[in-house]
T-cell receptor, first 110, second 114 residues
Framework: EDQVTQSPEALRLQEGESSSLNCSYT??????LFWYRQDPGKGPEFLFTLYSAGEEKEKERLKATLTKKESFLHITAPKPEDSATYLC???????????FGTGTRLQVFP | KAGVTQTPRYLIKTRGQQVTLSCSPISGHRSVSWYQQTPGQGLQFLFEYFSETQRNKGNFPGRFSGRQFSNSRSEMNVSTLELGDSALYLCASSFRRTSTDTQYFGPGTRLTVL
């Protein structure tokens, strides 16, 4: 069964303290891995799509990487406005639906 | 370019009633997917429509149904509401379903069942 597990469930960081969020996945053929950011009461906001192992993408303080079993979202020198829930999802080659993890709730304190 | 819009944003219903939620995709997007988000289960796939046809369905009871119109707008309906149907219902659109297209989400409809 296709599955996505995110860790940690919650993360508290001091402003400027870099860290990484993990997304482990099991899927019968990966078409794509997606990272989204979700603020309370809002819909998920698209961040990155990764397609194959070894691929990396960056956007401001965020960098996403992908291996055959997991993806990392690295946050460098975070700011309070980076506080949100970060969601990881996979799309299998045999199915178009997104399978989501339960997310990592990130809080960045000044 | 306007994003995905969903109406209404908030809805309060009582058990046994039915509800219809609406989603307008990004202009040019032909695929619309629906998800249910709850604190306990996270985001779960309901169904996907492309060119007015349901192409994929999640593991939800038949009380959950949907449709898509020729202009790609989509509606989902939940009949005989139960307390457990209280959730944020999210709609996502993408350009086409034949490749790995990014799904862009709307703000959601918060449904509360009393």
């Amino acid at each position: 069964e296709d599955q996505v597990t995110q860790s940690p469930e919650a993360l508290r960081l001091q402003e400027g303290e870099s860290s990484s969020l993990n997304c482990s996945y099991t899927v019968s053929g990966l078409r794509g891995l997606f990272w989204y950011r979700q603020d309370p009461g809002k819909g998920p906001e698209f961040l990155f799509t990764l397609y194959s192992a070894g691929e990396e993408k960056e956007k401001e303080r965020l960098k996403a990487t992908l291996t055959k079993k997991e993806s990392f979202l690295h946050i460098t020198a975070p700011k309070p406005e980076d506080s949100a829930t970060y969601l990881c999802a996979v799309q299998a080659t045999w199915n178009d639906k997104l399978i989501f993890g339960t997310g990592t709730r990130l809080q960045v304190f000044p | 370019k306007a994003g995905v819009t969903q109406t209404p944003r908030y809805l309060i219903k009582t058990r046994g009633q039915q509800v219809t939620l609406s989603c307008s995709p990004i202009s040019g997007h032909r695929s619309v997917s629906w998800y249910q988000q709850t604190p306990g289960q996270g985001l779960q796939f309901l169904f996907e429509y492309f060119s007015e046809t349901q192409r994929n369905k999640g593991n939800f009871p038949g009380r959950f149904s949907g449709r898509q119109f020729s202009n790609s707008r989509s509606e989902m309906n939940v009949s005989t509401l139960e307390l457990g149907d209280s959730a944020l219902y999210l709609c996502a659109s993408s350009f086409r379903r034949t490749s790995t297209d990014t799904q862009y989400f709307g703000p959601g409809t918060r449904l509360t069942v009393l």
